[in-house]
């Protein structure tokens, strides 16, 4: 079978938009001949990514308790240590979830997708993106005491997430939409650098593989993003290569059940351009037909810091699409339309 994505860009997820309508049309007027699918921007709580879990999925779970709350003046964490801390009541033994409200939002921005399309802002071939988080990254809050609590959780995960599939492909065709598995704590986590979470990280990433991408419909397509996060700042933590990101990669594409039709991995620090050992591992990368975009676009130096991160790169991987490194950030002092088009002005400067 051909490969379903050829495109040279990939938007993560995130758009600097108000509304899920003004990142649709964002997204179709300035990326619409780069990309295969358009995400709805995620915005207004869904900004803050897996805050949006911590808060609407494991905060009002009734099996679950609050250990302590943020410590930010604003109530809103600033950073991991600022997060509240949850942990499963005491003889819990199952946690039961009925719905998951990001299913509840995708379906809606569909519905605006839809119009849009009917409309003809929004090119037919166009499918629909939505992210999910896998589930260390949406469980994280649950670190008072993660290697007990976790193994507790994730069934209960997995279950919601069989049956909110099912109900989102019952509203969207499967052959219009596209799914992205949003996974940067699982990243960190088989780094070994999450304080709270004991055992073994790869055990939990691959027992996600293993369960959750073969519950899509084999026409929808489904990617990886995989990162190591941006929380505040980007990443929360420095790999010294690509290493862990093509072995969770080769993983994905061997194990997942399903057709893996494209991945996401993070790139270097600007300052690690030319770094060609950071680069290296990406020799040893084996997904198939799976389309790789190198998340190596950085608004912080533009058309040649990606031309320097592309040719490095192209040393060890001759073909691959680009994206930002993980979620739009809009530079200092620029307009969220201006990091936009300049987004857009770098990748098609740098790959025509």
Same mark, same amino acid.
């Given at each position: ?88 009541r005491p003889g819990v033994s199952a946690v039961i ?86 996974? +940067?704590?699982?990243? $960190?986590? =088989?780094?070994?650098? #999450?304080?709270?979470? %004991? !055992?073994?990280?790869w055990e939990r990433f691959a *027992? ?81 037909? +799976?389309?790789?975009? $190198?998340? =190596?676009?950085?608004? #912080?130096?533009?058309? %040649? !810091? ?6 490095? *790169? ?39």
């Amino acid at each position: 079978m051909p490969p379903r994505v050829t495109a040279d860009l990939l938007l993560v997820g995130s758009v600097p938009a108000t509304s899920t309508e003004e990142a649709l049309r964002a997204g179709t007027q300035y990326y619409g001949d780069l990309v295969f699918a358009l995400p709805d921007g995620e915005t207004g709580p869904r900004s803050s990514w897996v805050g949006y879990e911590r808060e609407r999925l494991v905060r009002p779970n009734p099996a679950i308790e609050t250990v302590t709350e943020t410590t930010s003046p604003t109530g809103i964490p600033r950073h991991m240590y600022e997060a509240p801390v949850f942990a499963l009541r005491p003889g819990v033994s199952a946690v039961i979830w009925d719905s998951w409200p990001r299913i509840d939002d995708a379906i809606a921005s569909w519905q605006v997708f839809r119009r849009l399309r009917d409309e003809g802002v929004i090119p037919a071939g166009l499918r629909f993106q939505i992210g999910l988080p896998f589930p260390v990254s949406a469980l994280n809050g649950l670190h008072a005491d993660f290697a007990a609590d976790y193994p507790v959780a994730f069934p209960g995960y997995a279950d919601l997430v069989a049956r909110e599939i099912a109900r989102l492909t019952a509203v969207i065709p499967p052959g219009e939409l596209a799914i992205q598995w949003d996974i +940067a704590y699982e990243t $960190l986590d =088989i780094e070994g650098v #999450l304080p709270w979470a %004991a !055992g073994d990280g790869w055990e939990r990433f691959a *027992a996600a593989v293993d369960t959750l991408p073969r519950l899509v419909p084999d026409e929808a397509l489904v990617g990886y993003h995989l990162c190591y996060g941006t929380f505040p700042e980007w990443p929360m933590y420095e790999a010294r290569d690509m290493s862990v990101l093509v072995r969770m990669a080769n993983y994905a594409h061997a194990a997942s059940g399903r057709p893996t039709d494209w991945v996401h991995m993070a790139g270097p620090r600007y300052l690690r351009s030319e770094d060609e050992s950071f680069f290296a591992p990406l020799t040893g990368l084996s997904v198939g037909d +799976a389309r790789v975009f $190198l998340g =190596i676009v950085l608004p #912080l130096d533009g058309e %040649a !810091g990606l031309r320097r991160r592309s040719a490095t *790169a192209s040393k060890f991987l001759p073909d691959f699409g680009v994206a930002l490194y993980c979620g739009f950030r809009v530079p200092p002092g620029y307009t969220p339309e201006q990091a936009i088009r300049e987004h857009r002005d770098v990748v098609r400067a740098v790959r025509r």
